[in-house]
């Protein structure tokens, strides 16, 4: 593969060839593990990062000569990129991609990081005469720079083909030393001299004992710099591991991440489709010990917890059914819903009170404040809270049958506003449980949920069902913006084998048991809002300033293209200390509150709105409650980063596994630019993820078309599209 790929190098027209001599320019991109479809944010928190990415581009900058190959950012864009380096002036660089287009960019989409050399550097530069390395950099000719000044803009793509080809192979040998093939075996890994496959004991035995003795270290410190270093494949901030480096050449290995990783798998310390994205992230380490431990002691002692604090609460919640209507396969159950058995109008949506299982400041509540979220990924689930503890006792359907929960009351009128909010303490015995298709089946009225549910329960579901239609109609005669972002949900299932199978689930539907539950939802925190705002409190309202969306968008059909134009006009929503209107929700102020096992601001208001309700008075301050708001946000955007990546990893493992060469029907979604409509995000049916296709013709959003899988190489997130037709 390597000398057929040399050769390909090596074919270049004689034109372009004699155009492209030694120059002294510097390459700034990690050309090793970055040529990658990948998002800026960082798997650290965001100061740290943005403070460390400062610091690099203000040592890195001075580096920069005209000519340089490097990766930069486009504007609008969040794809990493290679080009040249035309011209700077002050804090804006003009660079030239690889695809013929100009950009100016600020110096920050730029990005800087050292070269080392290898053999395998060493010589395919030596293949090619206008490549050189200087030191530890590249050197591509500055003459290049004199005969793009003489070359019309129109002219670019066309002078650049043939040395853009050339400098993706390129980039890609250094990835790992081979030309990436998207037909490898499942058991392999993108590398020249062995397959990843993970060697059994004896030999896993020997190589430990190698790697020890050619290191003079202990084994586990030699791992430990192994993983730091796979990391760079995710997280290309990291700095070179010294350690690890020496260890690849001495076994034999290309210097890269990507060799790294394989050794890991090798070692049967990683899996094949180990999650590095996790592992970069805050979330890897899991929980430590000792807020498993105070965990297990609140376990222990459940039973004299709500013994010792009925006088606490102010209901007791036995005569109303209470339904839960959740995924089949939900632990952590937030809430429920019932009808007062007094008044068919008026709703009581119970909330699981975590707060009262979990002190204020303790040790459980710092790490989910700090964690941020719950993770929802497509090969597992990482919760708040242990999820042995969310399952057994802090969800609604805990095994002990008495629940404490924080209960909000209020009468839905005709017109869908609220009237005669109540919020109180309660106890409530475990809800009845129904998944969505179950619920769908009684709100049709084509059959009962169970033979345990009763007439009676039947009616008030139905009855639920249409006050919810009450809420929908009030939010949209004030403005409410409906559309569904993420249409199709991914799962991953490893076999015993470690082969993944894939379940793909639409949602581009609103089914009437999700409505239901949504709208319950959004009214029980417009409901506390309310109640906050007639009481005073410090509470975290959210908001969105008012979303002005124009008419034409409301003749797309609804779906995917449609969704995607919406998002364009909506402004981002923002946490206040008094009460303020949220547009696109439709509400005239709106409190998240119906998640305190899953989301942290939740959990934060249930302390609130558990110390008003006690002691009439706030346990926190403004101050207090931003630091603490604030913290839970950096986690929260940390977790939707890992899910994002993690997502995109398994959607293109998924197009790796079903083959190269391979025709999807697919829906243009929007233009990367308006002014550069050739450049389109498609999104593939079934499939939850935009990709990225340069394409030779105009397609429109909404547009289908089909188009053929080239290349895809997941661990460094390449994916090639080309449209083959029209649909």
């Known amino acids: 593969m390597r000398n057929e790929l040399l050769c390909s190098v090596s074919s270049v027209s004689s034109k372009i060839r004699s155009k492209l001599v030694q120059g002294d320019s510097r390459l700034v991109g990690d050309l090793r593990g970055c040529f990658r479809c990948s998002f800026l944010s960082q798997q650290c928190s965001e100061a740290n990062a943005l403070s460390k990415l ?106 650049l083909c043939s040395l853009g080809e050339m400098i993706k192979h390129y980039i890609l040998l250094l990835n790992g030393g081979n030309l990436l093939s998207a037909s490898i075996p499942e058991k392999s890994i993108y590398h020249t001299s062995t397959s990843c496959e993970v060697l059994c004991s004896n030999e896993q035995s020997g190589r430990k004992e190698e790697i020890s003795r050619i290191s003079c270290k202990p084994f586990e410190e030699v791992l430990s710099a192994l993983e730091r270093h796979s990391l760079k494949l995710v997280d290309k901030q990291r700095a070179e591991d010294p350690l690890a480096i020496e260890i690849l050449r001495k076994l034999g290995y290309s210097v890269s991440p990507l060799s790294s990783f394989q050794l890991l798998v090798e070692l049967g310390h990683y899996s094949y489709y180990e999650n590095l994205f996790l592992r970069a992230s805050r979330f890897a380490n899991g929980f430590h010990e000792g ?85 929802y990924l497509p090969e597992e689930k990482i919760g708040m809270f242990p999820m042995h503890m969310a399952q057994l006792l802090l969800s609604l359907g805990s095994r002990y049958g008495l629940n404490f929960a924080l209960s909000i009351g209020f009468r839905i009128l005709p017109d869908g506003k609220l009237q005669n909010v109540q919020i109180s303490k309660s106890i409530i015995n475990s809800p009845f449980r129904l998944n969505y298709d179950m619920a769908e089946r009684v709100i049709d009225e084509s059959t009962f949920a169970s033979h345990r549910m009763m007439e009676r329960d039947r009616k008030c579901l139905l009855r639920l069902y249409s006050l919810a239609e009450r809420r929908r109609k009030y939010r949209l005669m004030n403005g409410a913006v409906e559309f569904s972002v993420n249409e199709t949900d991914l799962k991953v299932a490893l076999d015993d084998k470690g082969k993944p199978s894939f379940q793909f689930h639409d949602y581009s539907t609103e089914s009437k048991s999700s409505f239901l539950v949504k709208e319950m939802m959004l009214a029980a ?203």
């Open 54 to 159: 400062k610091d690099q581009i203000s040592e890195s900058a001075h580096l920069l000569e005209n000519g340089t190959l490097l990766q930069f950012r486009k504007p609008g864009d969040d794809w990493l990129h290679w080009g040249f380096l035309l011209s700077k002036e002050e804090e804006k660089y003009r660079v030239l991609s690889l695809e013929g287009s100009l950009y100016e960019v600020a110096y920050k989409q730029i990005h800087p990081l050292h070269v080392s050399c290898d053999s395998l550097e060493n010589k395919l530069a030596a293949e090619m005469s206008w490549i050189r390395k200087k030191e530890d950099h590249i050197v591509i000719s500055p003459k290049v720079l004199e005969e793009l000044s003489q070359v019309p803009d129109s002219k670019f793509p066309e002078y």
């Open 291 to 375: 807020c498993l431990n105070s965990g297990d002691e609140i376990l222990e002692h459940w039973k004299y917890l709500i013994d010792n604090s009925r006088e606490l609460f102010c209901r007791v919640v036995k005569e109303e059914t209470c339904f839960s209507i959740d995924d089949s396969d939900t632990v952590e159950i937030d809430d429920a819903i019932s009808l007062d058995c007094r008044n068919d109008e008026y709703v009581w949506v119970h909330v699981a009170d975590t707060s009262a299982y979990i002190p204020f400041e303790s040790l459980l509540m710092t790490e989910a404040v700090r964690r941020g979220s719950s993770i």
């Open 525 to 727: 925190g417009e409901a506390v809002a309310l109640y906050g705002q007639e009481k005073g409190w410090i509470l975290p309202y959210r908001g969105q300033d008012k979303v002005e969306i124009p008419s034409q968008v409301s003749s797309i059909p609804e779906g995917v293209v449609k969704s995607n134009q919406l998002l364009k006009f909506m402004k981002p929503s923002f946490i206040s200390y008094r009460p303020v209107a949220h547009s696109s929700l439709g509400l005239p102020c709106y409190i998240q509150i119906t998640s305190p096992i899953r989301r942290a601001t939740d959990l934060l208001s249930h302390y609130q709105l558990s110390n008003y309700l006690g002691r009439e008075m706030p346990l926190m301050s403004v101050e207090q409650f931003t630091s603490y708001v604030k913290l839970a946000q950096e986690g929260a955007k940390e977790a939707k980063i890992v899910e994002k990546r993690t997502l995109k990893y398994w959607c293109l493992e998924y197009l790796r596994v079903n083959g190269v060469g391979n025709n999807y029907p697919a829906t243009v979604v929007s233009w990367i630019k308006s002014e550069d409509p050739k450049r389109i995000l498609v999104q593939i049916e079934k499939i939850p993820y935009y990709f990225m296709v340069e394409c030779d013709q105009v397609y429109h959003p909404g547009h289908q078309v089909v188009v053929k899988v080239m290349e895809v190489h997941p661990r460094i997130g390449i994916l090639k599209l080309n449209i083959v037709s029209n649909v």
